[in-house]
């Protein structure tokens, strides 16, 4: 097994566990979720169907139907237990929404359960660094969307929590981090992928806090603590997080230890196809009479 595969039980039980706190705790995720929706703006596509791929407790999701009211959403996550909360918060949604219809599905987004060619907006907030296979998670969403529809997401970058891992380097040979792409990488699958007109950005979003302690229990509030093969599987002994506390003062600044996540946007199209399933190729003409 690859020591940055990420463990989706773990994953599974730390993001069901985290529900009831997750929304509180969740500043960093509503923060991009906010910044992809303003870039929603500038897109007049106005789909009918969208799909929610990793919806958490469903404040994006919420937004999406705002935004779309008559649309027919479907809210997938990995966890139940963010289902159920995100369906404890939707009788009042759907009387303000009537025109709403929601379906909450739980399910590994690189294996969606989902008809193909039936969505015409694919929306993801955050939720694709919990992925081992990205192509193939963004073939999934491919073949989910209809032709014409439209991919928009955000997710992690490598420099995420750089703070965390200059603690913890050469304190011990575990991964205390989770490993995550590029962002020129991800713009290559989408191509390799099947997408058009792919848009890729990146900004920095920093964080701080007055101890390393505040530090790891945001992290675990929102199920987000490292769930990787290659992670520790019993607690860390007193000296070597003595070292950690040490290496990670280094950083502080103003008083205040930095958390710093890089953040990626994207957004891209599913073209027409240029063959048909038997392998010919589709050629345009047209005819002038």
Known sequence: MNEFEIDKRAVRKAFSKAATQYDAAAVMQREVCIRMLERLDYIKQKPATVLDVGSG???????????????????????????????????????LFAGNTKQYVCADME??????????????????????????????????????????????????????????????GYNHINRFADMHD???????????????????????????????????????????????????????????????????RDGKLPATFEVIYGHAWKPQPKAIADGRAIIKTSFKF
């Not at 060619?117 to 660094?129: C, F, G, H, R, Y």
């Not at 989910?144 to 995420?160: E, I, R």
């Not at 991800?186 to 058009?196: C, E, H, K, P, Q």
Request: overall charge negative.
């Open 57 to 95: 407790t469903g404040w994006g999701t919420r937004q999406l139907g705002e935004r779309y009211p008559a649309a027919q959403i479907v809210a997938l996550d990995i966890a139940m237990g963010m289902l159920q909360a995100a369906r404890g918060t939707s009788s009042w949604w759907s009387k």
């Open 186 to 252: 991800i713009g290559d699958m989408l191509v390799a992928g099947g997408f058009s007109d792919p848009v890729m950005d990146m900004e920095y979003i920093t964080l701080t806090y007055d101890d390393v302690k505040a530090v790891m229990e945001d992290l675990r509030s929102i199920g987000a603590h490292n769930v990787t093969a290659g992670r520790a599987s019993g607690l860390m002994g007193k000296k070597a997080w003595g070292r950690v506390l040490e290496n990670y003062e280094r950083l502080r």
């Open 111 to 172: 294996s969606l359960p989902i008809k193909a060619n039936s969505m015409e907006m694919v929306w993801s907030n955050l939720a694709m660094q919990w992925c081992n296979d990205l192509p193939t998670t963004l073939g999934e969403l491919h073949r989910a969307l209809k032709v014409d529809g439209l991919l928009m997401f955000s997710t992690f970058g490598p420099d995420t929590l750089k703070e965390i891992r200059a603690a913890f380097q050469g304190v011990d």
